[in-house]
């Protein structure tokens, strides 16, 4: 099993997307796409890119992976912070881009916010990866085990 950090926002898709993201999602908010609609969409081209390790994350994401969701500061309900646990039931690439399929979310109590997550990274107890959150471009990445095993040591599942 391997483990994904993905970074969502509360904008509007219709608002705020490329034509190539807004044909393939679901919205209507990208925060949605994983918490309503139980997916993660990057078009194409963009998952291909090199930035934050995306294009070799979904190259190795795979069923019964597992993300964790860490919602920036548009995400009213979920104010900068890591949320949820979502399992992946399935992947698909195709021309028009990479698609996860998740379970239903597993929402996480207490949320995780931004500055324990940065405060986890600088003390060792999170792996750097964990420091993009909050990074504007950055979306999809693989991260470490021991990251899933840490949240699950400081949260319970709702």
């Known amino acids: 099993m391997s483990v994904f950090l993905i970074q969502t926002n509360g904008r509007e898709i219709s608002e705020d997307a490329k034509p190539e993201y807004i044909r393939g999602a679901m919205g209507p908010t990208f925060v949605d796409e994983p918490l309503r609609h139980h997916r993660y969409f990057n078009a194409a081209p963009y998952w291909k890119r090199e930035g934050y390790e995306r294009r070799a994350a979904w190259q190795a994401a795979t069923t019964g992976d597992t993300a964790i969701l860490y919602c920036s500061s548009s995400v009213e309900q979920h104010l900068t912070c890591i ?3 979502l399992p992946v039931a399935d992947k698909q690439i195709d021309a028009n881009g990479a698609l996860l ?3 239903t979310p597993i929402e996480i109590v207490p949320k995780i916010n ?11 107890e999170f792996s750097e ?21 840490k949240i699950n040591n400081l949260t319970s599942q709702v």
Do not use: A, P, W
């Not at 500055?115 to 060792?124: A, K, P």
């Not at 420091?131 to 470490?144: A, H, I, P």
């Open 83 to 85: 949320s949820h646990l």
């Open 101 to 103: 399929e998740f379970e």
């Open 114 to 124: 931004y500055q324990e997550i940065q405060r986890l990274v600088n003390q060792g």
């Open 129 to 149: 990866k964990m420091g993009y959150c909050g990074q504007q471009g950055f979306n999809f990445t693989q991260v470490e085990d021991s990251d899933l095993d």
